[in-house]
């Protein structure tokens, strides 16, 4: 991938992750809340992504996303340790919810997500822009 087509691509999963959190505000006003909780991990690993690609860090599943930032932005001390906890959250509410037998989520415990999701992606957002 070219300097250009990467910086496309950051430019697109980020413009993806906001998007993707507005959808999951949607879902969320509509009572839809296993459906918010999906497109919530959805916004974070989409900033993640970019963040990854940004930094030419491969891979190829959401494990490898995951270990991958954990590795090269929560452990280096880029980024702090909450939004590693919670994509990791977010990954396994989202388990639970697209997969759980009989399983729905509260809003109590879905709606403070929001702020920290948004305030995640912002982060990813400025540390992608430091690495110009």
């Given amino acids: 991938m070219s300097l250009e087509e990467r910086s496309e691509y950051v430019q697109y999963r980020i413009k993806s992750a906001l998007n993707t959190f507005d959808a999951a505000k949607v879902l969320a006003e509509n009572g839809f809340w296993n459906s918010a909780v999906n497109r919530l ?18 891979s190829v599943s959401h494990s490898g996303v995951r270990s991958q930032f954990s590795l090269h932005f929560i452990k280096s001390g880029k980024l702090d340790r909450k939004y590693g906890a919670l994509l990791s959250e977010l990954y396994d509410w989202r388990q639970k919810a697209d997969y759980g037998n009989v399983f729905d989520f509260e809003p109590e415990s879905v709606k403070p997500r929001f702020n920290d999701v948004l305030e995640m992606i912002r982060e990813i957002e400025k540390e992608i822009a430091k690495s110009v």
Avoid: G, P, R, S
């Avoid at 991990?41 to 491969?58: G, Q, R």
């Fill in 41 to 58: 991990y959805y916004a974070v690993f989409y900033a993640v992504n970019a963040l990854l690609v940004k930094n030419e860090i491969d």
